[in-house]
């Protein structure tokens, strides 16, 4: 004789009782979202106003217009200082991630310089900015590097560098090492198992370090205003002078910040399966 389950829509509801807790927790959670979203959808719709709508933040439904979108990079010139951004941020990222991996790579399977030369690295990152602009200026005008992308390009790497041999130094030191043994007694190299075996393996840690490389290289200000001018500026230096004695142009303001955090929205939606794989790294053995 076999029991029957009763699943009538009243049972389902009784089994549904309200939680005060779960109930907070979302509260919490909408809370967090729209604080994080509402300022960046007021940013767009501000980007597509009018220049009198700019400073009527009351007016909700209005005419959308690309006026401000045409005024930056028609007028602005911000295309020049989208590609310099984009060239040094990316020149930085993939010099560090060569160079990074190998360091990475040396010190978590032979020991490099022991723990107090990792200590080191994570040490050059409590540095605050500000101490070092005045030293990297004198060397840029010593070498004749100011307003050069270049020496941008290079005070990025020297920041990105440590950061990325500190994030791939744990990525390393998961892999087994079995699996470059086998390399080695299959005929591959040191270099060739690093290169056809950990490499593959650590793209997810890669991808990460180099996105987080990219962003502060992005969105760095502090070194982009002292060491160029007009030709090796960067969109945070072009979108902070737009602010200037004669008032504020809001919707030019909006409409560079849009433009300017496109391209790692973009960024990482492509990558985000590989970057979230690459952050959770390790976290489970």
Same mark, same amino acid.
Not at 140 to 150: F, I, W
Not at 208 to 230: C, D, I, K, M, Y
């Given at each position: 004789?076999?029991? *029957?389950?009763?699943? @009538? ?10 939680? !005060? ?5 979302h509260v919490i959670l909408i809370v967090a979202c729209l604080a994080i979203l509402l ?39 911000? =295309? ?15 010099? @560090? ?8 790579? @040396? ?7 022991? =723990?107090?030369? @990792? %200590?080191? #690295?994570?040490?050059? =990152? ?11 200026? +004198? +060397?840029? /005008?010593? &070498? ?7 020496? %941008? ?7 990105? &560098? ?5 994030? &791939? ?8 090492r079995e699996l470059e043994e086998a390399a080695l007694v299959d005929g591959a190299g ?5 290169? /056809? ?6 793209? !997810?840690? &890669? +991808? ?7 962003? +502060?290289?992005?969105?760095?200000? %502090? ?25 504020? =142009? ?6 560079? *910040?849009?433009?300017?955090?496109? !391209?790692?929205?973009?960024? *990482?939606? #492509? ?15």
């Amino acid at each position: 004789m076999s029991a *029957t389950i009763s699943t @009538s829509p009243r049972s389902v509801a009784a089994g549904r009782r309200f939680d !005060p807790a779960m109930a907070a927790s979302h509260v919490i959670l909408i809370v967090a979202c729209l604080a994080i979203l509402l300022p960046v959808v007021w940013t767009a719709r501000t980007s597509l106003t009018s220049r009198n709508l700019a400073y009527d933040p009351g007016t909700i439904i209005f005419q959308p217009t690309l006026e401000n979108y045409a005024k930056i990079f028609g007028h602005d010139n911000f =295309q020049k200082y989208f590609w310099n951004s984009l060239w040094i941020g990316l020149a930085s990222t993939i010099v @560090s991630l060569a160079i990074g991996s190998l360091a990475a790579y @040396s010190i978590a399977r032979f020991r490099t310089g022991g =723990q107090a030369f @990792s %200590l080191t #690295v994570l040490g050059t =990152q409590m540095l605050p900015p500000v101490a070092l602009v005045i030293p990297f200026y +004198l +060397l840029a /005008q010593r &070498l004749d590097l100011l307003d050069h992308g270049l020496a %941008l390009a290079t005070v990025y790497l020297s920041f990105n &560098l440590p950061f990325v041999v500190w994030i &791939l130094i744990g990525f390393f030191q998961g892999i087994p090492r079995e699996l470059e043994e086998a390399a080695l007694v299959d005929g591959a190299g040191r270099f060739g198992a690093f290169w /056809q075996i950990v490499l593959p393996l650590s793209l !997810p840690g &890669l +991808l990460a370090a180099g996105v987080f490389s990219f962003v +502060l290289s992005w969105n760095e200000f %502090l070194f982009a205003l002292v060491l160029t001018g007009r030709n090796a500026k960067t969109l945070p230096v072009a979108l902070a002078g737009l602010m200037t004695s004669q008032g504020n =142009q809001i919707g030019a303001i909006c409409a560079a *910040t849009i433009a300017m955090m496109t !391209p790692i929205v973009v960024l *990482t939606w #492509v990558i985000q399966r590989f970057l979230v794989r690459g952050l959770t790294f390790g976290a489970v053995k």
